[in-house]
């Protein structure tokens, strides 16, 4: 399996902030550490403009060099662009690295799901899913469908996806919940499966699973991954109850689809993180 990563996306925080260097670095420990799944290491080639401004505005690119923050969650950092031009870099590569059949999981930050084409939020500045997904389609994909498993609600893949002929988008997390979205279905693409705070395990898995029974309706020739591993039983962030094994699962799940798939790291904020990767990883492998 390839993991894209580079310990240079550490290189950036915000006092207190919960998306933190150590969610990268503690990762990287654990997964050199094992010898369960083996892994091929590549480190992310920054994305140039033409893709990004397929998913944002020429304006929004520019705001990134402004050194100011965005909102309270969203802060400015020093290099800001390079950060964000390098994550979704990777996920570009974790796409062509999909296209040619290989598993693959982008292990950056800033994730991007939250990032709307026109405003940085959520810790997010540029979406990744949603440019990789429009790359994809330029290059030749007929249906890609995004299965995003975050617990918080893709609002900005899902507002940059929106009726975009050949994607599909489909969102499970909690609600209520950050950002306050995703509570019902829109346009003619975008499918939002809603769950209350502290909704059982099993529960929380059925509604996993029919999901991606929906997404197999739509025969997608590829599946583009927000992973966040915030539904996880101890997350700050969140309130749901899934553990490590569901996380194994749904791996497993998407594995088993047989269509190319490529999953992109977005939130996952507990100390456990690396080990819910890891469990995630072993599950795409077939372990
Ligand atoms: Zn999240």
């Known amino acids: 399996m390839r993991i894209i990563t580079h310990e240079q996306c550490a290189g950036y925080s915000h006092p207190g902030h919960p998306e933190r260097p150590e969610r990268i670095t503690s990762t990287i420990k654990v997964l050199r550490a094992q010898s369960e799944v083996s892994l091929e290491w590549v480190a992310p080639i920054p994305a140039k403009s033409e893709p990004v401004l397929r998913a944002h505005s020429a304006d929004h690119l520019a705001r990134l060099d402004e050194a100011e923050d965005f909102d309270v969650d969203t802060p400015f950092v020093p290099q800001l662009k390079d950060y964000a031009l ?6 570009l590569q974790a796409l ?27 810790f997010c500045y540029l979406n990744n899913i949603a440019i990789a997904v429009l790359e994809a389609l330029a290059l030749g994909s007929k249906k890609v469908a995004v299965y995003d498993f975050d617990v918080h609600h893709g609002n900005g893949t899902e507002a940059i996806l929106l009726n975009k002929p050949g994607a599909e988008f489909f969102s499970i997390h909690q609600f209520p919940c950050y950002p306050g979205t995703g509570t019902r279905n829109v346009g003619n693409n975008c499918y939002n499966y809603p769950l209350p705070p502290q909704t059982p395990r099993t529960q929380y898995r059925q509604v996993l699973s029919s999901a991606l029974e929906q997404l197999q309706k739509f025969k997608p020739d590829l599946v583009a991954v927000s992973a966040g591993f915030d539904a996880y039983a101890r997350d700050p962030l969140a309130q749901e109850t899934l553990e490590a094994e569901d996380f194994y699962w749904l791996g497993k799940s998407l594995r088993n689809l047989g269509i190319p798939v490529f999953s992109l790291l977005e939130g996952g904020y507990s100390n456990d993180l690396p080990e819910l990767i890891l469990s995630y990883l072993k599950g795409l492998e077939g372990k």
């Open 86 to 91: 390098a994550s979704t870099g990777a996920a």
């Open 96 to 122: 062509e690295a999909a296209r040619r059949g290989e598993t693959v999981f982008s292990l950056m930050r800033p994730p991007g799901h939250h990032a709307t084409r026109t405003r940085a939020m959520g």
